[in-house]
C-alpha cells in the first residue's frame, strides 16, 4: 500500500504562494493519478486538483483554476502544489490521496485512498 507524507504548508499573507510536496512510498507510484483535497474549519473536504500518472493530464477546481498548477516527478516519487495568488478561503488542511480507479477525472473523494496525514495551509488577510 502506497504511503503519503505531505510537507509545505505553513502562514502566507492574502497574494502570497506556497508549494506543497506530497512525497509516496511504493514501486508503482507513475501507475496512479493522484489528487489534491482540502478542509477548511467545520466545513467538508473538497476536491482541490487531480494528476495523471503520467503527469500529461490535470483537473482544476474552478476555485483554484488558474493560480493552483499540479506537478509530480515520477523519478523522486512526488507530487507537487504550487499555489499563487492565495486568498483566505484558501486556508484549510491540504491532503494528497491515491486515485483508486482508472477513470478521468477522478474528484469525488470515495474515489480516493491512502490518504496523507495533511499539511495545514493558512492565508492571512
Known amino acids: 500500500q502506497v504511503q503519503l507524507v505531505e510537507s509545505g504548508g505553513g502562514l502566507v499573507q492574502a497574494g502570497g504562494s506556497l508549494r506543497l510536496s506530497c512525497a509516496a512510498s511504493?514501486?508503482?507510484?507513475?501507475?496512479?493519478?493522484m489528487g489534491w483535497f482540502r478542509q477548511a474549519p467545520g466545513k467538508e473536504r473538497e476536491f482541490v486538483t487531480a494528476?495523471?500518472?503520467?503527469?500529461?493530464?490535470?483537473y482544476y477546481a474552478d476555485s483554484v483554476k488558474g493560480r493552483f498548477t499540479i506537478s509530480r516527478d515520477n523519478a523522486k516519487n512526488t507530487v507537487y502544489l504550487q499555489m499563487n495568488s492565495l486568498k483566505p478561503e484558501d486556508t484549510a488542511v491540504y491532503s494528497c490521496?491515491?486515485?483508486?480507479?482508472?477513470?478521468?477525472?477522478?474528484?469525488?473523494?470515495?474515489?480516493?485512498?491512502?490518504w496523507g496525514q495533511g499539511t495545514q495551509v493558512t492565508v492571512s488577510s
Open positions: 494528476i495523471s500518472g503520467s503527469g500529461d493530464n490535470t
Open positions: 490521496a491515491v486515485a483508486l480507479y482508472g477513470f478521468w477525472p477522478p474528484t469525488r473523494e470515495p474515489n480516493f485512498g491512502s
Open positions: 511504493g514501486r508503482t507510484f507513475s501507475r496512479y493519478a
